[in-house]
């Protein structure tokens, strides 16, 4: 059987901004005592994280109190913190703030954020995606090879709860969700099975395959909740790819052939209805993540033009997430990046589900050049001519 790995356990804080750091300190304590314990029960735990309410508006120096959150982190030993989004596409809301995003990043390694340009309420607000684009943009410029663009995302029709970075964020009491690196256990459930045509037998397949190995992770949670004191809110079931352990090799698996190619939306859909039908508690995207850059069927697919942003968008639109580790060459304009991003909130709203979108313009690069991020989370690719 495929290795399980639990890519995050993820502990909501309770407390409004400005958080004391004492809160901060608690929840960072209730986050290892969870990751302690479900590595002592045979689970590999890669990462613990902290998640907030949204902290746009609430604080009147925002770089100051990110300064303040990070060094808390750094004392805790605890990477990754996300402050949650700004809500852009309320009519009205304040975009100048978003300014000062990419500075508060560079200069805060542990923290992610976001922006949420599209809601079932307020519809796509174009202005937001444009000043979330500039965002995109000035991380880019501010951070080594433009890895910056990995801890900021924007958002659409995504509420609180996700356990996965850098969407997520919290409100209302704290609990905790966990989020699973199990790409691996759909390729294995699907290797048995080369160019199955049938969606419904694709589906059977996945899901007994995941109830197997995600039950006992569910019933494991519950009873650490009493534990810890904090509710297990759920778990999602993306299942996130990591280099080789792809779920774009399990895609092809199925269809008996590259990715991209004629049943890979169909494979994808069969998929996310095994993910939903799994019965356990779930939280956030519960959908099939495409991240081009994180794994490596699919960036060989990105590189030979097999796979596009417009096509991802087709796949989003019967599965998961979005446009993830997207990237594009250095001088994209900012109007085209926002126009991605419209594109990606206007299928979420029509479609009443959370999508979002990591775009990673690559300083310097352009047609035909490699990425070299040098990073243990991302495939380096070939920006496609």
Known sequence: MAQLAIRTITVGVEQRHPIEGVALREAAGVARRLGARFAEAGYEVQTVRLATRPVFGQVPDLSAYATRL???????????????????????????????????????????????????????RAA?????????????????????????????????????????????????????????????????????????????????????????????????????????????LSPAPHGDT???????????????????LSTAAAITQALRSVQVPQVGYCGLMLPVMEDTTLARAWESGGIDPHRLLAYSAVCGTGLDTVPLPGDTPVEEVARLLMDVAALAVRLRKPLSARLFPVPGAGAGDRTDFGSPYLVDVRLPG
């Open 70 to 124: 990070q060094r808390v982190m750094d004392e805790e030993g605890i990477g990754y913190l996300s402050l949650g989004p700004a809500q852009a596409s309320r009519p009205g809301s304040d975009l100048d703030g978003l300014a000062g995003i990419a500075d508060m990043l560079a200069g805060c390694e542990a923290l992610s954020c976001t922006v949420q340009i599209g809601t079932g309420e307020h519809g796509v």
């Open 128 to 236: 937001a995606a444009v000043a979330a684009a500039r965002v995109v943009g000035e991380l880019s410029a501010a951070t080594p090879k433009g890895v910056g663009n990995f801890r900021f995302a924007v958002l659409a029709e995504v509420g609180p709860g996700h356990p996965f970075f850098p969407a997520a964020y919290h409100e209302g009491p704290g609990t905790f969700s966990v989020g699973l690196q199990s790409a691996g256990v759909v390729a294995e459930a699907l290797s048995g099975i080369p160019g199955e045509p049938d969606p419904a037998k694709i589906t059977e397949r996945v899901r007994e395959a995941l109830a197997e190995v995600v039950l006992p992770v569910v019933r494991l949670a519950g009873q650490l909740a009493t534990e810890v004191g904090s509710p297990f809110a759920g778990i999602d």
């Open 246 to 264: 792809s779920i774009g090799r399990a895609i092809e698996h199925a269809i008996a052939g590259p990715f991209g190619a004629p049943g890979t």
